[in-house]
């Protein structure tokens, strides 16, 4: 969430970042009902001054009197302040980020510029088979009984499969602890509180899957929660940055995808992911730095894994809208003849913290809202794609990364003879 005195003094600025990210905000209202908010409160005050100074008052008929309308004005004033408040707050709840000068300007992702290529695309000298048939008939994912059972884009991981989508996991948790990051297992049931905090609601409520209580939803991400983990807290600037590696499910209605990726494990319902999220200090310069590190951890990964990547800088129209910069890595994935995104990595500036009211203590005393960052660690099974058509064998096995052979205890998946 912007402040508002931001919004007053740069209202163009603000215009032209909403109006980038392909959202329309009304600004002018905002300020009208601001300055009804101000006008309300400056009434408020003198009225419960004046309530005071009688209060000490010998009680006449006057004086009772003039008490008497005084609360019922005070009343009426305090109610319309409140109304206002609230039509105020779900104003700014729907104006986005501004995105820092250097991001593309686009409506989408045909404007993201692509900064980064690593290993070179893969040769096969035999036809590429598609992570679907591989795990078919590998009999390592059943997709058939996953749809019966769990509905559109539902699935079984099953036998090797299972396996390996937990040696992922289990690999790039214990890389990111072992670069003192904070292990912690997030919870995947959380309230409006997180998904208003990270700027998942307003905008992407049709994407989120609401359970039966009033106030409980399902996390499309450990972003989520993880970030909302200090909320209403204030920390000690000394402590910062605090660095964490979450491992959750994830649950995701998918709404906005419809007809894409219908086939595989591409766009789920439910998957798993290693999230890195970092609260930091209110610094710019500080936090392109605490970026760049969620990067390198990410493709650490993917190149441990000897998977072809690129990275993006995502355009305004892309990125989101509690983003100030953001890329996305992607995976070259073969039969697709394209890469696939597969991490994220964002710079949310200062705009989840003032909806969440995270602060931190300056050395002076002063209070600052922090900075908050996240990325992907892994997200699978999607990754699962990439390893399986990039490691595919010409009689249809697939190897295993080397890295995660110890973790697997097997060094190919092959089929089974009955």
């Known amino acids: 969430m912007l402040d508002l005195n931001f919004i007053r003094q740069n209202k163009e600025k603000v215009l032209q970042a909403a109006k980038n990210k392909?959202?329309?905000?009304?600004?002018?209202?905002?300020i009208e009902l601001d300055e009804k908010r101000r006008q309300l409160i400056n009434q408020i005050q003198i009225l419960r001054e004046q309530r005071?100074?009688?209060a000490k008052s010998k009680p006449t008929k006057e004086i009772i009197e003039e008490g008497k309308n005084?609360?019922?004005?005070?009343?009426?004033?305090?109610?319309?302040?409140?109304?206002?408040e609230n039509e105020l707050k779900?104003?700014?709840?729907?104006?986005?980020?501004?995105?820092l000068d250097?991001?593309?300007?686009?409506?989408d992702a045909t404007s993201n510029k692509v900064v980064k290529t690593w290993e070179q695309i893969p040769k096969f000298d035999f036809p590429v088979k598609s992570h679907i048939d591989l795990a078919t008939s590998l009999d390592i994912v059943d997709f058939e009984r996953g749809a019966k059972v769990s509905g559109f884009r539902g699935y079984f991981l099953k036998n090797q499969g299972a396996v390996l989508h937990l040696?992922?996991?289990?690999?790039?948790?214990?890389k990111l602890v072992k670069k003192s990051y904070m292990p912690i297992i997030a919870p995947a049931i959380v309230k409006s509180l997180a998904l208003f905090g990270c700027g998942q609601f307003p905008w992407g409520k049709q994407d989120t899957y609401q359970l039966n209580d009033d106030d409980a939803y399902l996390a499309g991400t450990a972003e989520q929660p993880v970030t909302s983990y200090f909320s209403g807290e204030i920390l000690n600037e000394k402590e910062l940055p605090k660095k964490f590696v979450a491992i959750s499910p994830c649950f995701r209605k998918e709404a906005g995808a419809y007809g894409k990726d219908t086939r595989g494990l591409y766009r789920l319902h439910e998957f798993w992911k290693v999230e890195q999220v970092i609260i930091a200090k209110n610094n710019l310069e500080e936090a392109r730095k605490l970026h760049e590190e969620l990067q390198r951890n990410s493709e650490e990964i993917l190149e441990e894994l000897e998977l072809p990547y690129r990275?993006?800088?995502?355009?305004?129209?892309?990125?989101g809208e509690p983003q100030i910069f953001k890329y996305d890595t992607e995976v070259w994935m073969p039969y697709r003849k394209n890469y696939g995104e597969t991490m994220s990595n964002s710079i949310m500036g200062d705009f989840q913290a003032r909806r969440l009211n995270i602060k931190y203590r300056k050395k002076d005393g002063s209070k600052e809202y922090c900075y908050t960052l996240n990325n992907t660690a892994i997200a699978s099974p999607r990754i699962l794609i990439a390893i399986l058509e990039n490691y595919q064998?010409?009689?249809g096995s697939i190897k295993i990364p080397k890295i995660l052979q110890p973790l697997t205890g097997f060094e190919e998946i092959k089929k089974v003879k009955h």
């Not at 779900?90 to 995105?99: Q, R, T």
């Not at 250097?102 to 409506?107: F, L, N, S, T, Y």
């Open 393 to 395: 064998q010409k009689d």
């Open 70 to 84: 005084i609360k019922q004005k005070l009343q009426k004033l305090e109610k319309e302040l409140i109304t206002i």
């Open 311 to 319: 990275r993006v800088i995502l355009s305004t129209g892309e990125m």
């Open 167 to 174: 040696s992922l996991l289990f690999y790039v948790f214990q």
């Open 90 to 99: 779900k104003l700014l709840s729907f104006i986005p980020n501004i995105p």
């Open 102 to 107: 250097e991001v593309p300007v686009g409506k």
């Open 22 to 30: 392909n959202r329309e905000v009304d600004l002018d209202t905002i």
């Open 52 to 54: 005071n100074k009688i």
